[in-house]
C-alpha cells in the first residue's frame, strides 16, 4: 500500500491527509507539536474553502461552529467609532462576513474527520530526507527512519521540509514590514463586552490593537506593529518585553491585553511574511500551504489556498494513478504546481496600501484610513467595489483538475 509522510498537522497537511486517505493512500501526519495546534483568530468560508469543504462532507460541520459577527469597527482611543463596516457591507462580501469560524475549530473538525489510515505522531519531525530508487528516507527526530512514497511539507511558513531539500528561509522569505501577536483572552465580569464587533484601535507610530468575537466567553486579541525582526520564538519573555515596550502609551484597553497576554495559553508572535519559492517539488517531496507559498495573513487567502492547495494535489495524484501506481508522482507533483501557482501568485499580489492602511504611521494617516473606510461604502463606490469582489471570486472558486474522492455525506 502507497505510504505518504505529511509533515504539519495544519490546515493544509490535515486535509491532504483526510482527502489522500479517502483515495487509498496510508499517511502519516508528523506534528512538532505536542498536541493538535489550537489558537488563532477567524478565518474566511467563501469562497474556495466553503467549496473544498463541502467537497470533503465537511460544511455543515463548519456551519455549525460559525461565529455570530455584526461587522468591523474603527475606533478611538476613547472607544468612539471612526468607521464602520458591517457584515451586510457589499451584499455580505466585505472585509468582515456572518460565515467566519475559528481557526481552532476548522482545524479540529479536518483532524477529527481523518480516519484509521491516518496516523498521526505528534512531538515528531524530520531531521534529514534521503532519495532512494523507490521512496524517499525520512530520519525522524525521534531516531526512527522510514521509506515514503511521497513526503509533503505542510509545516507552515517557517517549514523545515523547504530548508532541508531548497535551503534557507532567508532566501524565500518576503517580510512586509509588520509583526502580529494574537491570543484568546477569557472575559471577566467586568470585561468590556464586544456585542459582536471587531474592533481595531490604530495609534500613531504604526500600532493596531484589535479585539473580536471568539467562543462565548472569549475575545481573540491581536497586537501589530512594524518591525522585521523578533526575539526567538522560545524567548517569550523577551517576547512580552517588547511588546510592553512597543505598546506602553497606547490607549483603549492596551494595558489590560498586555497583561492577559502573559497568561494566554495560546499566545503567539510572528512576523507577516510571504514565502516565494521558483519551485515546490523535487522528485517525490513537495511543499503545500504556507511552507511553498504564504500569502501573508493579509491576503485574508491563507486557509482557502491551504484547502484548494490539498484539493488539487489529491486530485493530481489521483489523476496519475496513484495511489495504486506511484511511478508518475513527480509527474503529478509538477502538474499540481502548475494548476495552483497562478491562484497563489495572485494572492501574494497584496491589495496597493494594504499594509500601511492595517497599522497607518500617523494620526493624520489613522483618519484618512477611516475616511476612506466610509468612502468605499458609499452609495458611488458600491458599483466599483462590487465588480472587484466578483472578479476576484470568480478567480478564486474555479474547481479542481480532478476530483478527489469525497466523503459519503457529499
Ligand atoms: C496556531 C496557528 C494560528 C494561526 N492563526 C492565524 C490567524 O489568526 N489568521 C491567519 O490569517 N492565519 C493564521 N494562521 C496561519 C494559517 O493557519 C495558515 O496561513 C493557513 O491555514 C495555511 O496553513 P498551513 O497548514 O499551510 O500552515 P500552518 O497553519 O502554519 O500549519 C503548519 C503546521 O505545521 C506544524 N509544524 C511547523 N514546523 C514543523 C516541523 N518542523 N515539523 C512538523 N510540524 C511542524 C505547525 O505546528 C502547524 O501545526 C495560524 C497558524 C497557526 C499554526
Known amino acids: 500500500m502507497a505510504h505518504a509522510l505529511v509533515v504539519g498537522a495544519g ?6 491527509a483526510l482527502l489522500m486517505e479517502r483515495d487509498g493512500w496510508t499517511v502519516t501526519v508528523a506534528e512538532i507539536a505536542p498536541t493538535l495546534r489550537t489558537g488563532g483568530q477567524t478565518v474566511d468560508l467563501r469562497g474556495d474553502s466553503r467549496e473544498v469543504l463541502q467537497r470533503a462532507g465537511l460544511l455543515q460541520q463548519a456551519l455549525n461552529r460559525l461565529v455570530p459577527q455584526r461587522g468591523a469597527a474603527w475606533i478611538d482611543a476613547h472607544e468612539r467609532r471612526l468607521a464602520e463596516m458591517p457584515v451586510e457591507a457589499f451584499d455580505g462580501r466585505g472585509y468582515v462576513s456572518r460565515e467566519e469560524l475559528l481557526r481552532t475549530d476548522l482545524a479540529r473538525i479536518i483532524h477529527e474527520a481523518t480516519g484509521p489510515g491516518v496516523t498521526h505522531r505528534f512531538g515528531e519531525t524530520v531531521k534529514a530526507l534521503q532519495d532512494t530508487e523507490t521512496g524517499v528516507l525520512a530520519h525522524f527526530r525521534s531516531g526512527t527512519q522510514k521509506k515514503f512514497d511521497l513526503v509533503v511539507g505542510a ?7 523547504r530548508t532541508l531539500r531548497f535551503g534557507p528561509e532567508e532566501t524565500y522569505r518576503k517580510p512586509l514590514g509588520l509583526a502580529h501577536a494574537w491570543f484568546t483572552l477569557t472575559e471577566r465580569p467586568e470585561t468590556p463586552p464586544l456585542d459582536g464587533w471587531f474592533l ?14 471568539g467562543h462565548p466567553g472569549h475575545q481573540e486579541v491581536g497586537l501589530t506593529f512594524a518591525t522585521d525582526t523578533l526575539p526567538p520564538r522560545h524567548d517569550r519573555q523577551a517576547q512580552h518585553a517588547l511588546l510592553e515596550r512597543t505598546f506602553a ?3 483603549w484597553r492596551t494595558a489590560e491585553f498586555l497583561a492577559a497576554a502573559r497568561h494566554a495559553d495560546d499566545f503567539a508572535l510572528d512576523t507577516f511574511d510571504q514565502i516565494h519559492t521558483p ?12 511552507s511553498a507559498w504564504c500569502a501573508s495573513p493579509l491576503s485574508g487567502l491563507g486557509t482557502a489556498l491551504a484547502l484548494r492547495g490539498a484539493a488539487e494535489l489529491a486530485a493530481a495524484l489521483h489523476a496519475a494513478g496513484a495511489p495504486d501506481d506511484t511511478s508518475r508522482t513527480p509527474a503529478a507533483l509538477t502538474a499540481f504546481e502548475q494548476t495552483m501557482r497562478p491562484r497563489t501568485t495572485s494572492a501574494q499580489q497584496l491589495l496597493p496600501g494594504r499594509v500601511a492602511s492595517m497599522a497607518p504611521k500617523s494620526a493624520l494617516g489613522i483618519r484618512i484610513n477611516a475616511l476612506a473606510m466610509r468612502a468605499l461604502q458609499s452609495k458611488a463606490a458600491r458599483p466599483l ?26
Open 11 to 16: 490546515i493544509a497537511g490535515d486535509t491532504l
Open 155 to 161: 509545516d507552515g511558513a517557517h517549514s523545515t521540509v
Open 200 to 213: 481595531t484601535h490604530n495609534a500613531p507610530g504604526r500600532r493596531a490593537v484589535e479585539a473580536r468575537p
Open 249 to 251: 502609551d497606547v490607549g
Open 279 to 290: 519551485r515546490w517539488s523535487t522528485g517525490r517531496i513537495v511543499l503545500l500551504g504556507d
Open 385 to 410: 467595489i462590487r465588480k472587484a469582489l466578483a472578479d476576484s471570486e470568480h478567480g478564486r472558486t474555479t474547481t479542481p483538475t480532478a476530483e478527489p474522492r469525497t466523503s459519503p455525506a457529499t
